[in-house]
């Protein structure tokens, strides 16, 4: 099992910054990948982001350039640089950990970007 402990989001305006954090526990294993999924009121979740532990990344076209994923494999811990928000990022924001033994979320934390 993997506990995921996220923490961040907020309320923010547009064009301010947030950072997302989350950590893992438990039986992680040293080939993985951590990301962020969010799902706005009304929309299924998407994913927005995610980084191997060996360091290769993605990005949803939605967030290319605004957003940056990056990782401390040492404690297991991935962090979301959120710039440039948009109202349209508003959504509940989950981290997740997935390796050869299963997918693992996080509980989610709220981002809202008002305009």
């Known amino acids: 099992q993997v506990q995921l402990v996220e923490s961040g989001g907020g309320l923010v305006q547009a064009g301010e910054s947030l950072r997302l954090s989350c950590a893992a526990s438990?039986?992680?294993?040293?080939?993985?990948?951590m990301g962020w999924y969010r799902q706005a009121p009304g929309k299924p979740r998407e994913l927005v982001a995610r980084i191997h532990s060996r360091g290769s990344t993605f990005y949803a076209d939605s967030v290319q350039g605004r957003f940056t994923i990056s990782r401390e494999n040492a404690n297991a811990v991935v962090y979301l640089q959120l710039d440039s928000l948009k109202p349209e990022d508003t959504g509940v924001y989950y981290c997740y950990y997935h390796d050869n033994k299963g997918l693992f979320w996080g509980q989610g934390t709220q981002v809202t970007v008002s305009s």
């Open positions: 438990g039986s992680i294993f040293s080939l993985n990948y």
